[in-house]
């Protein structure tokens, strides 16, 4: 059989993964996607969709303000804007303490312009009437919106292969060897492909792909829950969360509400379900926050399956060990407004630059025991 | 006193669905000791088939016509559940997880754990999309019937039955008895099909009968019936006027004041699904089933199947599928059950079969129209149309019936794909150019049926 | 206007009183809010999407076409429900109710 060959092989068809592989096919590098199921089909396919900035750690603020540009541009890039709104991101307060973490968050991420507006309990009332009384106030980012996140990733995927990438779907990878300084990796079905660079976008599969070249990263995998309600009249056209986390909510053009909160468990063969404490809560959480839920219908409940880091930011760097291995992964529930920013990152990586930003925030080493100057 | 710890610990079998498949199941239960739980969504027991109306009027011979001595002998034995077994009426299961399932009833939330599960969830009406399916008026052979025997009500008074399949005949003939004004029954199958099917309707020559008695009756009192006649369209504006039919390469309009369709039946099988029973594509169904031996035993240890949930076999071969699932549900627990019984069952259900096989011949469940137009809603719940899915499949290049779900929403309706599955899966297959059986199904997901939030907020902690 | 159903034998017996849009209609115990709303009408609700008007389609729960609101906010299945006295139900879009 033919062995496929490429400059950089990327190993997941995700949004970080899809992305790459356009940014890399744009700037003339040959690259192979590689994807075991079908691409964005993952945590990338069943998120939220909320394209939010306000609420990232600060180190994530850069890729969150390149990534808002791109996201302005997706027809342009991708052919489609997978039904991209800047609805506005509502983050509520439930108590005075909760009000002032925002306003503390506002004022230390004031360099970034994220536009922040605080509001109280009279603001609310009047601007988005909606909402349940007795919410003590909030922080809107006008800027933030949402996406469909089914759209995207096949959509990265499919502009990356006009571009010439080429996409190996149903292709799990055996195991990994190397031939004269190239990585070789073989799949189950024996279709082989080598490249000189390997990126490592696997998700949330992304600690078990690090472990077949010797690293080891802490990453804990987490389920999040997730409902939608039926198609209801417009009830609110910002895209919401709370203070504290824990309940998000947006309603999609068609009228539905999709909202989540809590986390599910694993099922056998990578597959999770909603937890029913998560969807409890869940139950109780949306008409306190917006009461004419109270008897909408819930049409289905679903989970997926992701990363977390135990500082909640991702791994964007250089294999500790492995040379022209990069690993891109571990979103911790945020990867999806920042992965086309990602994607343009990890092609400059790739080819040598831009390495130093990333290298001190998101490195793959950064729980190594730190040598003594 | 507290019970004994021993007693409280062990979990019980559980039956869900009180049709013919589950009554028998639980009564077999019973007579060798067990006291099951049985799960229903209706006040009362009888399934769709035998379903008891909540005020009866009329005879029961004028309900269930020829089937009445059976629907009352369900009726009965379903009584003697509601005394004897922990019966709980008007409960859905919403969720499942190996060993427990979630229930609600009234909008209370609760729990319960199973040693081990029957599940006889039973079928609804086939039907394919067909312009002016959504109007006023239009409903399925079902839910027509369930309007007479279960409200004493009737459709119309001008009513076309339309579609295929032994129901056809049977709804028509019950209207046109209780003073229905039966304008046309359009059979889509060939006459020649019946013909030929004949020898195998014979392995039941009662029910033959009955089905020629009904078609006799039609007859004679001048009710137009065709074969190999389809609807092109329902027509009307805020209602059903009328029905657009080919009839022997005619197109001809009849006018009604409501219009009936259905292609035989398809199973409900979500909570097979949720959990993980394997399943396969029936060729002859044109469906995805949850996989079955010949006892009933899913592929999931303690998770069991009967009646026409895990495929499409008649209320009688539901009833024995219920009693032999129930003995495998005791054997398997150490249990000594009657082995003559169940080679008796085996017998019958095999004679059941070739008949079944033949009905499906004299019916051949029909297709959606190829060349339909775009504008046809294909997903009544949010009105997607053939055109849509159609582009998606083309730009997407889609030959995955999930794939086709997450990036049209067809199946994210309230229905949750009932109604829209079949149409759209053999839209899909018939424009990428695939067979049926490689495109997949769409997989269940909690909740079973819709549930206002408020009540999945009421869960116990 | 031609309701979609009628009774197939009148029955002596006392009637419940429901309203639908304000205007009182009649039914008897044992029906179903379908069966109460269509001997009096044409249709069951309006849909979201294009607002064309729908009226239930397979009466047994599973085609979830039937769903209607009541005055107070609560949504029922109407095929599934049994009609009760007082019950005030509206031709109003899921979301809309407060």
Redesign the interface.
């Known amino acids: 059989m033919t062995v496929l060959h490429a400059d950089v092989a990327i190993i997941g068809a995700g949004l970080a993964g899809t992305s790459a592989a356009l940014a890399l096919r744009r700037a003339g590098v040959s690259t192979i996607l590689i994807e075991r199921g ?1 691409c964005g ?1 993952r945590a990338s ?1 069943v998120n939220f969709g909320g394209v939010r900035r306000q609420g990232r750690n600060m180190e994530q603020l850069y890729l969150a303000q390149r990534a808002q540009g791109i996201w302005a541009r997706l027809p342009e890039l991708i052919g489609t804007d997978a039904e991209y709104v800047r609805t506005g991101h509502l983050k509520l307060a439930r108590s005075q303490e909760d009000l002032d973490k925002l306003i503390a968050y506002r004022d230390k991420v004031r360099d970034f312009e994220l536009g922040l507006e605080i509001l109280d309990a009279a603001d609310l009332r009047r601007r988005f009437p909606a909402l349940a009384p007795g919410i003590v106030g909030g922080s809107l980012c006008p800027g933030d919106g949402q996406a469909n996140p ?2 995207l990733s ?1 959509a990265f995927a ?1 502009a990356a292969q006009r571009a010439g990438a080429r996409l190996l779907e149903h292709c799990a990878i055996a195991h990994v060897d190397t031939q004269a300084g190239d990585f070789l990796l073989t799949a189950v079905d024996n279709r082989r492909i080598r490249a000189g660079t390997v990126i490592n976008a696997a998700g949330a599969w992304g600690a078990v792909v690090a472990g077949w070249f010797g690293d080891d990263l802490p990453l804990q995998i987490k389920y999040p829950t997730m ?9 609110i056209d910002v895209s919401l969360g709370v203070e504290g986390g824990g309940f998000y909510a947006r309603q999609v053009a ?2 539905n509400i999709v909202m989540g909160g809590g986390y599910g468990h694993a ?1 056998p063969g990578d597959r999770s ?2 937890g ?2 998560a ?9 306190a926050v917006l ?12 989970s997926g399956i992701e990363g977390y880091f135990p500082d909640k930011n991702p791994v964007i760097g250089f294999s500790p060990h492995t040379p022209r291995l990069v690993h891109a992964f571990g979103f911790s529930g945020g990867g999806f407004q920042i992965a086309p920013a990602v994607g343009e990152v990890l092609a400059e990586m790739v080819q040598g630059e831009n390495t130093l930003m990333m290298a001190e925030r998101f490195s793959a080493s950064r729980w190594s025991a730190r040598p003594t100057q | 006193m507290t019970a004994s710890p021993k007693a409280e610990a062990a979990p019980p079998m559980v039956v869900v669905g009180a049709g013919p498949a589950g009554v028998r199941a639980a009564q077999t239960l019973l007579r060798h000791g067990v006291r099951p739980v049985i799960i229903d969504e209706a006040p009362l027991p009888g399934g769709q088939i035998y379903r008891q109306s909540p005020a009866p009027r009329g005879s029961a011979r004028q309900r269930y016509g020829f089937e009445h001595k059976r629907a009352a002998a369900i009726h009965a034995a379903g009584a003697r559940l509601r005394e004897q077994a922990d019966y709980r009426a008007r409960t859905a299961v919403w ?1 499942a ?1 190996p060993g427990r399932l ?1 229930l609600v009833r009234d909008g209370e ?1 609760d ?1 319960l754990p199973y040693a081990r599960l029957l599940i006889a969830t039973g079928a609804t009406d086939r039907v394919l999309p067909f312009p002016g399916w959504v109007l006023p008026g239009v409903f399925s052979l079902g839910g027509a019937q369930i309007a007479l025997k279960g409200q004493h009500c009737l459709l119309g008074p001008r009513i076309v039955f339309a579609g295929t399949g032994p129901l056809l005949y049977l709804v028509a003939y019950q209207y046109a008895r209780a003073g229905g004004q039966v304008q046309a029954v359009l059979d889509s199958a060939p006459l020649s099909r019946q013909a030929g099917a004949l020898p195998a309707l014979m392995n039941q020559p009662g029910m033959l009968a009955k089905g020629l008695y009904y078609l006799g009756w039609l007859r004679a009192r001048g009710v137009p019936m065709h074969h190999s006649a389809s609807l092109a369209a329902a027509l009307g504006a805020a209602r059903v006027e009328g029905v657009r039919a080919r009839i022997g390469g005619a197109e001809r309009t009849i006018a009604c004041d409501a219009l009936a369709v259905g292609h035989g039946l398809r199973s409900e099988t979500q909570l097979a699904d949720l959990l ?1 029973c394997a399943f396969g594509f029936d060729a002859a169904q044109r469906a995805w089933l949850p996989q079955r031996d010949a006892d009933g035993r899913s592929s999931v240890v303690g998770v069991y199947l009967a009646g026409d949930g895990a495929g499409i076999g008649g209320a009688i071969q539901a009833e024995l599928s219920g009693e032999r699932g129930a003995l495998a549900m005791l054997a398997d627990s150490g249990i000594d059950i009657d082995r003559a019984r169940l080679r008796r069952l085996e017998r019958r259900q095999a004679a059941l079969s070739r008949f079944r096989q033949g009905l499906d011949r004299a019916f051949p469940l029909p297709s959606v129209d190829r060349d339909c137009d775009d504008s046809l809603i294909v997903c009544r719940c ?1 009105e997607i149309r053939a055109g849509e899915l159609r582009a998606a499949a083309a730009q ?1 290049a889609i030959d ?1 019936l999930n ?1 086709l779900k ?2 049209t ?1 067809i199946g ?3 229905c ?1 794909g009932r109604m829209c599955q079949g149409g759209a899966a053999e839209l899909l297959a018939d424009c990428r150019g695939i067979p049926l059986s490689a495109i997949g199904r769409l997989r269940s ?3 079973i049926k ?10 116990r ?1 | 206007m031609k309701p979609l159903l009628r009774r197939a034998a009148p029955l002596d017996a006392p009637a419940l009183r429901l309203t639908w849009n304000g205007q009182p209609i009649a039914a008897q115990p044992g029906d179903t809010v379908l069966t109460a709303l269509l001997l009096s009408g044409e249709r069951l609700r309006t849909t ?2 294009t607002g064309a008007p729908r009226a239930g389609f397979c009466l047994m729960g599973a085609c979830q076409d039937c ?1 209607v ?1 009541c005055a107070d ?3 029922l299945r109407a095929c599934s429900t049994l009609a009760e006295e007082g019950m005030a139900l509206v031709d109003s ?4 109710c ?1």
Do not use: F, K
């Not at chain 2, 549930?451 to 009421?458: F, H, R, V, Y």
């Open positions: 079908l089909a396919g089914r759209l096949p499919h409902l939608v309600t039926e198609p209801l009249t417009p009830q068609r009228g099922l379900r909603p029913p404490a969807l409890a809560e869940l139950g109780r959480a949306a008409p009461p004419a839920l109270a008897s909408a219908s819930v049409i289905r409940c679903w | 969720n997880a979630d939330l729990s993980d949010e997407y995955d794939r997450a990036l929403r994210m309706g309230l949750q997901q909690a909740p819709p549930m206002p939030l408020s009540t999945l907020g009421e869960a902690p | 979201l999407g769903w609101q906010g609560r949504r879009l899921p979301g809309e407060p």
